[in-house]
């Protein structure tokens, strides 16, 4: 079992035709994702790693139907891809974009919400239900089948969260990464909430960083709804407030959004928090032990 | 992009908000011309922090030559590390009553929602949650008049006030929207007699944005390397501490610092290079890296979209180029793995698999 | 039984204070609707017919929630006042007010449709269920309960009609006006369906009138899905082209929304036609016999 | 309200959307002077009619003196019973293709809704359905860059033309919205080199949203008794007949027209009185209805917000001041309909009951 996606998913690539949207189609591929097609404005009739490549996501919907779509689409162009995709029927929108702007996030947003699409993402490096599905981008030696589920802000951290877990021989459920904007689709409670009704999930690990408030939103859910553990690492505690560290999420404003606000609410909430990124296999095998 | 306070108004008055009377001026001679015209007036300085009143950065003054003094005591200012350059002279306004209006971003609804309050004037941070309005707004209905009449009946305004609330916070909305602001804040809004003036203005352009705001002045708070890394399109803060740190992702860039410190360490900057930076673009990153000065370079890719043999080869490059003899810790693992460390074999550099062997070897190589 | 509304309804009078609101706040409380309140910004502690005034449709919804809201509010306004109502959890807004602009309505549509608000209106008389609740403009005697729904764009038409099958013995389960605007909420079809699934509704009258294609498709709506017998009667068989009848629907365009397209398309979907308002009983009483 | 094509073709203008160079004219001479501008030139009559280039009004010349004649035939032509007031004047363009554009409203989705057509130039009607492509809109997304290219690929237009139809549709739908339309229709719309012109233009603004665009002109079709029903509020149409009708509601109205005819009756009008009407107003609709000069006013009161006694009263106060003498049918139920039939009663008139007696009566009555 997986939340969100699995082997039966079928994945349309927006942008397959560029450097990133045709480099992580065969990535995909090669890890096993059922892809049908992509789409590239005035491109019908090519083919990229062996997939149709349409004009536009109706015309590649009348060909076969999807029901996830991953973006590789410059950030100008990204709204408009989202509606496209959002008004064919697209129901999971994962959006790698990075530099959306806030205002067009907002509108995907609203949108999608109306339409009861879900959106992974923008600046998201995707999700993965290790062994059956990848829609995204991260590199695909790590997402090995096991009890872990993972939710993240960012996506290299979570890589290398994923890695030490793997190299520790604890594989994963499904992974999934939220996106480092301001304004993202999926939240941590969502995705929590799903991992909490998967059965094959057993433990889950959330990865966040500095700035907003997800994190001390996502510990009063796991106080109030979770039975399941959940281990948390926090990135960010040495970070100046008022910088914008990357992510357009990860700046200390005013006082809010601190390092120490998080780790209070987390500990509150009775997650096992880990210092260092390396310590999160053994609180996950001590979490395992424990369930 | 934060916008100075006299930058703020003129977008203000441009979408028919009222504002005081006044000019932004430079030196101490234009601030008496300026205070000249308005008898009693007030000199602010311009800087991007909320903090300047407390730190006596504003001043109130009753004549030219009150004010050609005061101007030259702010232009010789520093306000929380910032320099005062400019300074704005308004008339004095006489307020009634002080109120708090901003319109800015939650992620959590993932809508703009607007805050009101009558506890105008104070530090934000420090009017209490429960007398803070929090209105998440519907971007498809945009703020229409039953929410602005029902935000002023939870806050118990009525009357004139609630007429003129109806028609600024619309105004307000509208240039929140357009101009693709994070924030737009009134602090204090000020009730003038019958009429609402915005007495500050704190205007905060997403940048990502601004591309499509040709119109709109740049400002920055960076540092010329700052600078040089936003042209480069690279994410990158100085932080002053000894080791070089670059990284692909702002997550693992973050954490890679926060294991610096917990190991000991300083770190000299956050350079997040992003995924799969080319050649060019890596040695790019690189060069900023060593205009810092550092006694060390930590480098730690973990190669997804990023190419490790890509990073090692700009990493020969420039070191080469630029004769670079700092000592590095390089750690490197995913895409490429095996041709990136068979290039930094060759030029001696056995790169780590672990952040934690790496970041314990920048430490120990960045201690005098 | 009965569709939409019923006596447990409560209703909210959205222009309480108005001429027309305080007169039809009178007529429905005489005729047994259910209303708990009215609003009238900066009226806020009045009392009209014994019911109490708010600022704001939220602040009644907090002292008493109700489901129905019906409008009495100008036309320039009647947009926002609408949007206030969805915004504040009404499920049902019946639209009174003449004369809303166009894209006004097509504004409240969508926002209804968003938040599953159902719109009866603009321009409409409202709905009654007779002997339960009328949230509406009709004159209150001829509503009396029996086996007759009644569906029409035209107000005044339908109490002649409502008025014809009282006097014949023949009472109404619900009656519903979609309004005379070219662009409305609840539609024929919607209505239909509902009573096709009402038990208390044994035949249904539809009134319908030149212009538009509502007819036509509720024709073939009624062919395809409808087991109840159906009667119509539809006004402007002698109107000129290109004028508009007062309605802003009512106006036959390019050939389109003719009197006898309209017949043709309910001859077809055997549905019994009076050619006449006064016929309309008889057919009902045909109908009820064959049924 | 119906615009004339030069006044379409000022707003296609003013939102950017390319039109051919051109000029309103009111005299031949005019018409000579432009058409001088322009060598090859066309004339074409501004008529609120789509029917005009089928009724000969439209006229191609190719010097001044042709445009004047020209001009001089076509100002004395009545088309569709319209007659011919003004013309454009325009520089004659050289088409490639003709394609259909228009946005209307569409009841049936309660939407916005595009129809394109790449058989521009005929009449819309004539287009058969499959070739008639129809998008309907959200009017919260509106017309996005995605839909423009969708709607081109099943309509087969790609390379330049696709890339004017995505500059062009937003524009036209802007104006669409902002204008308040209940239809804007390019026919044609004309492919000329790489570019698309607006060859012909029709706006329809909602009467309803007039009162917020006071920068529109105002365009009437209607009769003078018609724009004085207009300013009394008062839905009106006149039809020619014998019988002036007057009834509470535009279906029972149009009903009771139906009636009239079915019994061999001809009505001299349509007047819808609404609902609620005062004394005031109501004495108004019965002046307008006198104005028609009938042979019999037949009215037909069901009242529900409609009071039967004030429209009674209405009644007698406006046969006493003018003095009519008309035979009149009656009919009145509903509400206050005792206190109504009492001041009938007192003039000799005995209200019915029923409508289908009312008309017969009125029938009978304007019958020579």
């Known amino acids: ?291 | 992009m934060k916008l100075y306070e006299y930058l703020g108004k003129q977008l203000f008055a441009r979408y028919g908000i009222a504002i005081p009377k006044g000019q932004m001026v430079e030196t101490p001679g234009e601030a008496a011309e300026a205070a000249a015209e308005y008898g009693e007036a007030v000199v602010k300085s311009q800087v991007l922090t909320g903090k300047r009143g407390k730190a006596g950065g504003i001043a109130f003054v009753s004549s030219p030559d009150q004010a050609r003094q005061e101007a030259a005591r702010l232009l010789a200012m520093e306000i929380q590390g910032l320099p005062v350059e400019k300074l704005l002279v308004e008339e004095k306004i006489s307020i009634d009553q002080e109120l708090y209006l901003a319109i800015t971003v939650d992620g959590a609804s993932r809508s703009p929602i607007l805050l009101v309050s009558l506890d105008g004037g104070m530090e934000v941070e420090e009017v209490p949650a429960e007398r803070m309005l929090r209105w998440p707004v519907n971007v498809n209905l945009g703020l229409q008049p039953y929410a602005i009449r029902e935000i002023c009946r939870r806050l118990g305004i009525g009357g004139g006030l609630q007429k003129q609330m109806l028609e600024l916070v619309p105004r307000l909305y509208r240039l929140f929207r357009e101009l693709d602001a994070e924030l737009v804040e009134i602090n204090p809004l000020a009730l003038c007699g019958s009429g609402l003036i915005a007495a500050d203005a704190k205007v905060t352009i997403d940048e990502d944005a601004l591309y499509r705001h040709k119109e709109l002045p740049r400002i920055t708070e960076k540092t010329a390397l700052e600078l040089r890394a936003e042209e480069l399109g690279l994410a990158f803060v100085e932080l002053g501490g000894e080791i070089a740190v670059m990284a692909n992702g702002a997550g693992i860039t973050m954490a890679t610092l926060d294991m610096v410190q917990h190991y000991g360490g300083t770190p000299a900057n956050f350079l997040d290079m992003g995924g799969g930076a080319d050649l060019e673009r890596t040695a790019n990153a690189l060069e900023l890296l060593l205009a810092t000065n550092p006694r060390a370079i930590l480098i730690n890719i973990f190669g997804g979209i990023t190419r490790c043999d890509v990073v090692a080869e700009a990493f020969a490059q420039v070191k080469e180029s630029r004769g670079v003899d700092l000592p590095v810790s390089f750690r490197l693992v995913g895409t490429n793995e095996e041709e990136g460390r068979a290039v930094l074999e060759r030029m001696g550099i056995s790169a780590f698999h672990s952040t934690e062997e790496a970041v314990r070897h920048a430490v120990e190589i960045s201690l005098p």
Chains 1, 3 share one sequence.
């Open chain 1, 1 to 291: 079992m997986a939340i969100y996606i699995n082997k039966s998913t079928r994945v349309l690539v927006q942008g397959i035709t560029g450097r990133q949207g045709s480099f992580h189609t065969a990535q995909m591929l090669a890890y096993g994702t059922r892809l049908v097609g992509g789409t590239s404005p005035g491109k019908s009739g090519q083919v990229v790693e062996g997939l149709p490549v349409y004009d536009t996501v109706f015309e590649a919907m009348e060909a076969e139907p999807a029901e996830a779509s991953i973006l590789f689409i410059p950030a100008p162009f990204a709204r408009d891809a989202a509606y496209e995709a959002i008004d064919a029927g697209i129901k999971l929108l994962v959006v790698i974009t990075e530099g959306i702007p806030l205002h067009d996030a907002l509108d995907i947003m609203d949108y999608a919400h109306r339409e009861g699409t879900v959106v992974v993402g923008p600046n998201t490096f995707g999700l993965v239900s290790s062994g059956q599905c990848k829609i995204g981008i991260m590199p695909n030696r790590f997402y090995v089948p096991g009890p872990v589920g993972v939710v993240s802000r960012s996506g290299t951290l979570s890589y290398e969260i994923v890695g030490n877990l793997s190299d520790a021989g604890l594989g994963t459920t499904t992974v999934v990464g939220m996106g480092g904007d301001r304004v993202v689709g999926l939240g941590f409670i969502d995705v929590l909430k799903e991992f909490e009704k998967d059965p094959a999930t057993e433990v889950v690990v959330l990865v966040g960083e500095i700035g907003g408030s997800a994190e001390e939103e996502a510990s009063r859910f796991i106080a109030a709804h979770m039975s399941k553990p959940v281990v948390a690492y926090i990135a960010g505690k040495s970070a100046p407030p008022g910088k914008r560290m990357g992510h357009a999420g990860a700046i200390i404003e005013g006082g809010r959004g601190t390092f120490a606000s998080k780790i209070e609410a987390l500990h509150e909430a009775k997650v096992r928090v880990a210092e260092l990124p390396f310590e999160v296999p053994s609180l996950v095998r001590e979490a395992l032990g424990n369930s």
